[in-house]
């Protein structure tokens, strides 16, 4: 019973404001998915073999989504609610770059232009990014 009780209830009890140490978040991790995009956005415009296309689409499309993973992790896990009254823009930024990588955006687009629309969005990001980090 005792035994029991140690599993039920534990007394050992941790906690930590983010998944690892702040140190490994970093913008870098979207923008490298989205020059991807941005790549097979051009090598398909370029290329009229159909089964390229389709294997290219599938490919931009996955690193669409995970353009929108690693901005959402910067979103949830290391940008905090001083940050967004530093910088009440970033709701806003965040919405607009991963709507750049959803299904309005590259996810939905061949077109080079809304990778370089997503990658602009990811620029911002960075910078204010850089300017949290340099403040810490």
């Not at 009229?48 to 959402?72: P, T, Y």
């Not at 750049?100 to 232009?113: F, Q, R, V, Y």
Request: proline fraction near 5%; glycine fraction near 4%.
């Amino acid at each position: 019973m005792r035994m029991l009780s140690r599993i039920i209830h534990p007394q050992l009890e941790a906690t930590a404001h983010c998944d690892l140490p702040c140190g490994v978040y970093d913008p870098a991790q979207a923008r490298i998915e989205a020059e991807s995009v941005k790549a097979i956005q051009e090598k398909y415009q370029g290329n009229d073999d159909a089964d390229f296309r389709a294997r290219a689409i599938e490919i931009k499309e996955q690193r669409s989504d995970l353009v929108k993973h690693h901005l959402w992790v910067l979103w949830t896990d290391y940008f905090k609610p001083p940050h967004f009254e530093k910088y009440p823009e970033l709701h806003e930024l965040f919405n607009k770059a991963t709507k750049a990588a959803g299904a309005a955006g590259t996810k939905g687009s061949n077109d080079p232009k809304t990778g370089q629309e997503l990658l602009d969005h990811i620029a911002q990001i960075d910078k204010i990014f850089w300017e949290t980090k340099q403040a810490a």
